[in-house]
């Protein structure tokens, strides 16, 4: 029998919070499911936690908070197995979101955690992953897609080559950023028309990448912008150095995207296809390219109803991609989806 894509809340009505917003996912070794995500009265409040919950065969778990410092919003985790099967979280905490700093906590188990402690000593505006996945190198280096938002939008990867013990910031992924007193008043050039020269950003820049690596040492990025356009930078150096960003046909709402390579090479993204700064976040959909992220297809719709349906985690192994993401701000859904099935 061919298993059939599976739509589930991870939770319903009875959550111990308001509002709920960037999940993150990762599947266990024995087929567990764990999800975590920031919750509480609203984004940025100082009651916002990182909660999480776990499906095993019985069902989910109710939500327990599983970190929380008093009057300090947290936000943005990111779940990742390390080695030896050790279960990684990062995540941010601040008030502001250009001055926050990334916290991180373990688990051999995903029940029982260690305290938290910084990423990177002395950290002031976010090193490690900012929302999306770490990746791992096929020479074993782990990437962490991380990006920065002050008075312009810059992004750039950190490099871990000893699992995660120490961090080493790349490059900036190069952008041109034109000068905030003229921001508004003119309109820029569609992304479209600037593939043969270098962009200038008329927003604020890009943030948020997500990775994959397509050859040994050949790493990509794509991110959100303020353009209206996803962009696009690549790496020959694992991750050290970065072209400059250029635009690719998929449209963006400047909203979070996720995109995960599978065995096989093809590329699967998660993205809302809506081409206008700051645009509706719906619908929510799945697109794959199978030439290394040049074109695309939609090959799955998420949702395409009224509401708000964003910042999407997904991920794969040989049989199914997982895929979470906001729902209205109130819950968090999880598709199960067979590759056999796209």
């Given at each position: 029998?061919?298993a059939?894509?599976?739509?589930?809340?991870?939770?319903?009505?009875?959550?111990?919070?308001?509002?709920c917003?960037?999940?993150?996912?990762l599947?266990?070794s024995?087929?567990?499911?764990l999800?975590a995500?920031?919750?509480g009265?609203k984004?940025g409040?100082?009651?916002?936690?990182i909660?999480?919950?776990r499906?095993?065969?019985?069902?989910w778990?109710?939500?327990?908070?599983l970190?929380?410092?008093?009057?300090?919003p947290h936000?943005?985790?990111?779940?990742?197995?390390?080695?030896?099967?050790?279960?990684?979280?990062?995540?941010?905490?601040?008030?502001?979101?250009?001055?926050?700093?990334?916290?991180?906590?373990?688990s051999e188990?995903?029940?029982?955690?260690?305290?938290?402690?910084?990423?990177?000593?002395g950290?002031?505006?976010?090193?490690?992953p900012?929302?999306?996945?770490?990746?791992?190198l096929k020479d074993?280096?782990?990437?962490?897609?991380?990006?920065?938002?002050?008075k312009?939008?810059?992004?750039?990867?950190?490099?871990?080559?000893?699992?995660?013990?120490?961090?080493?910031?790349?490059?900036?992924?190069?952008?041109?950023?034109?000068?905030?007193?003229?921001?508004?008043?003119?309109?820029?050039?569609?992304?479209?028309?600037s593939?043969?020269s270098?962009?200038?950003?008329?927003?604020?820049?890009?943030?948020?990448?997500?990775?994959?690596?397509?050859?040994?040492?050949?790493?990509?990025?794509l991110?959100?912008?303020?353009?209206?356009?996803?962009?696009r930078?690549?790496?020959?150096?694992?991750?050290?150095?970065?072209?400059?960003?250029?635009?690719?046909?998929?449209?963006?709402n400047?909203?979070?995207?996720?995109?995960?390579?599978?065995?096989?090479?093809?590329?699967?993204?998660?993205?809302?296809?809506?081409?206008?700064n700051?645009?509706?976040?719906?619908?929510?959909?799945?697109?794959?390219?199978?030439?290394?992220?040049?074109?695309?297809?939609?090959?799955w719709?998420?949702e395409?109803?009224?509401?708000?349906?964003?910042?999407?985690?997904?991920?794969?192994?040989?049989?199914?991609?997982?895929?979470?993401?906001?729902?209205?701000?109130?819950?968090?859904?999880?598709?199960?989806?067979?590759?056999?099935?796209?």
């Amino acid at each position: 029998m061919i298993a059939e894509p599976v739509r589930e809340f991870i939770f319903l009505n009875d959550r111990p919070f308001r509002s709920c917003h960037a999940s993150t996912v990762l599947k266990l070794s024995n087929g567990d499911i764990l999800v975590a995500w920031f919750g509480g009265s609203k984004e940025g409040a100082e009651d916002v936690a990182i909660w999480y919950t776990r499906r095993t065969e019985d069902g989910w778990d109710y939500p327990k908070k599983l970190s929380h410092e008093a009057g300090l919003p947290h936000w943005n985790p990111v779940l990742f197995m390390g080695e030896n099967g050790q279960i990684i979280l990062y995540y941010k905490v601040g008030h502001r979101i250009s001055q926050w700093y990334t916290c991180f906590m373990t688990s051999e188990d995903g029940y029982f955690w260690s305290s938290p402690r910084p990423l990177v000593e002395g950290d002031w505006g976010g090193r490690g992953p900012v929302r999306n996945k770490v990746i791992k190198l096929k020479d074993g280096t782990w990437l962490a897609p991380a990006s920065i938002e002050g008075k312009s939008w810059d992004a750039f990867v950190d490099i871990s080559r000893d699992q995660g013990k120490t961090w080493i910031k790349s490059a900036m992924v190069p952008i041109v950023h034109q000068e905030p007193e003229r921001r508004g008043k003119e309109a820029g050039p569609d992304p479209a028309s600037s593939l043969d020269s270098q962009y200038v950003f008329h927003g604020k820049g890009v943030i948020q990448p997500t990775l994959w690596e397509s050859d040994p040492g050949a790493v990509h990025m794509l991110l959100r912008s303020t353009e209206g356009r996803i962009f696009r930078s690549d790496s020959a150096d694992s991750g050290k150095t970065w072209c400059p960003a250029y635009p690719t046909v998929l449209p963006n709402n400047n909203s979070g995207i996720d995109v995960v390579k599978l065995l096989d090479g093809r590329l699967i993204l998660a993205y809302n296809p809506v081409g206008r700064n700051h645009g509706a976040r719906t619908p929510l959909i799945l697109s794959m390219s199978r030439d290394n992220g040049i074109t695309w297809k939609q090959v799955w719709t998420l949702e395409e109803e009224e509401g708000e349906y964003s910042y999407p985690a997904i991920i794969a192994d040989e049989d199914e991609i997982l895929v979470t993401y906001t729902w209205k701000r109130e819950r968090i859904v999880l598709w199960k989806i067979p590759i056999s099935s796209l």
